[in-house]
């Protein structure tokens, strides 16, 4: 079935450090694919989305590309904040023929801390 | 206005006690959902409606069954509460399905199963 990969966690880096959070995916359709991120004690929220190859989504400084060669939507952000510090999780989503029964396939999460 | 509300927030209880989430979503959505989330932040989907109608059921035990009397509505019942079932239960929600691609969470509910 379709699945997600994410980078394991933590991930610990210094304010105004380059990140890297590393996704790949396997569908056997074209799906859609997105980072989602959870703040503490908090719901998760769309942090970017990108619907086909080679789009690029971006938000908030952060930036992923949908790259179907290597499977991957790897989410990465130049200059990262304190306020960054949260779970961010990779998801796909593979609509079928009826999308009302579509799944939002989510990776385990990687959680990130940014020290001051 | 908080637009996908769960409550509680924190559930406390013992073994072979049932218990009630409830979830309201004030955007309009047509779809609502119930993920679980466990201990390692590992979230997966538990059922979704369609405008009242089950439309997924994941391998989930019988005794939760989720209920949904409107569409902005949608209350997971928990029957004979075992340790396992110990987590953040999160309610969401969508328009049409997934075609925007966005979920829309509750704040999620942690239930702790004694």
């Known amino acids: 079935g379709d699945s997600v990969t994410q980078m394991e966690g933590p991930v610990t880096l210094s304010e105004e450090a380059f990140l890297t959070i590393n996704c790949t995916y396997t569908a056997t359709g074209y799906p859609s694919l997105f980072w989602y991120v959870q703040y503490p004690g908090e719901g998760l929220q769309l942090l970017l989305k990108?619907?086909?190859?080679?789009d690029k989504g971006s938000n908030k400084g952060f930036e992923a590309t949908y790259r179907k060669e290597t499977t991957s939507f790897h989410l990465e952000k130049g200059s990262v904040q304190v306020s960054d510090s949260a779970v961010y999780f990779c998801a796909l989503s593979d609509p079928p023929g009826d999308s009302s029964a579509s799944k939002i396939i989510f990776g385990s999460g990687t959680r990130l801390s940014i020290r001051p | 206005d908080t637009a996908v509300s769960q409550t509680p927030k924190y559930l406390v209880t013992q073994m072979g006690n049932d218990k009630s989430i409830k979830c309201e979503q004030n955007?309009?959505?047509?779809?609502m959902y119930w993920y679980k989330q466990d201990s390692k932040k590992f979230l997966k989907i538990m059922f979704s409606?369609?405008?009242?109608?089950?439309?997924i059921n994941e391998t989930v035990p019988n005794r939760f069954s989720p209920k949904s009397p409107d569409k902005a509505h949608l209350n997971l019942h928990i029957n004979s509460l075992e340790l396992g079932d110990s987590a953040v239960y999160f309610c969401?929600?969508?328009?049409?399905?997934?075609?925007?691609?966005?979920?829309?969470f509750g704040e999620g509910s942690r239930l702790t199963v004694l």
């Open positions: 955007l309009g959505h047509d779809t």
């Open positions: 990108a619907t086909k190859a080679d």
């Open positions: 409606y369609n405008n009242k109608e089950l439309i």
């Open positions: 969401a929600s969508s328009l049409s399905g997934f075609l925007t691609g966005e979920l829309f």
